[in-house]
């Protein structure tokens, strides 16, 4: 049974206002009455629980509809999670965008669409754990750096600069007609032989080998200039 003390109950105002935490809570409900409304336009939401990396609790059931659905995803999550995250639902293609370089030097940025059984733009699926981790879907990834207007690349090379110490990025997102939306940062991004990493490494003429040497170098670089 949830302790319903440690639970934060917030209303359309709250929404708005982004107001989803508090220091005690364990978790959030949403008021039925406020049936996920940002600004005018009623939106999925789902839920994440907060240990981020490898999907852990990502499921596709997360991704809810309304009240009751919000309240039966809370009662199955909470009791092995902390808290949970909600997060607007976004429409669009799945990207991952690969940067790498140091010193104000970019070497490489790179646009990896990602599908799941044939499908590439999401309306009403979120890349679970069926996907990533358990092999229940066929996930395939392709370069489209055509996604990614002039500006926005611009914009994302200068955040990723701004950072400072950071060698290699995947930035997770969401592309459609308004544009790309940062989903999640990823500093610790895998670097394995069929990952988005590797895929934009190879895309740019580096081999698997190549890639690690490249990456050990820029370690050096910012090692010995700190």
């Not at 646009?111 to 879907?137: N, P, Q, R, T």
């Not at 926005?152 to 600069?161: D, G, S, T």
């Not at 400072?164 to 308004?178: A, H, L, Q, S």
Request: charged share 25%.
């Amino acid at each position: 049974k949830l302790d319903n003390s440690k639970l934060v109950v917030i209303d359309e105002t709250d929404l708005k206002q982004g107001k989803i935490k508090s220091e005690n809570a364990i978790g959030i409900y949403i008021k039925p009455n406020a049936e996920f409304t940002l600004g005018i336009e009623a939106k999925p939401v789902e839920y994440t629980p907060e240990i981020f990396g490898e999907t852990i609790g990502i499921f596709k059931e997360n991704l809810v509809d309304n009240y009751n659905e919000a309240l039966s995803v809370c009662e199955r999550l909470l009791p092995y999670y902390s808290s949970l995250l909600v997060e607007e639902y976004l429409n669009g293609y799945e990207v991952s965008i690969c940067i790498a370089g140091v010193s104000q030097k970019i070497d490489l940025f790179q646009v990896v669409k990602v599908s799941v059984d044939g499908k590439d733009y999401f309306e009403h699926d979120i890349l679970s754990a069926e996907a990533k981790k358990m092999g229940l879907v066929k996930k395939e990834r392709v370069i489209d750096n055509s996604l990614i207007t002039l500006k926005e690349k611009e914009i994302l090379i200068n955040f990723y600069n701004s950072l400072g110490k950071v060698e290699v990025m995947r930035i997770d997102g969401r592309v459609n007609k308004n544009g790309f939306s940062l989903i999640e940062l990823t500093p610790d991004c895998s670097l394995s032989k069929n990952g988005s990493v590797a895929l934009a490494f190879n895309n740019q003429g580096y081999s698997y080998e190549k890639m690690f040497e490249y990456l050990i170098k820029n370690t050096l670089h910012l090692f010995h200039n700190r």
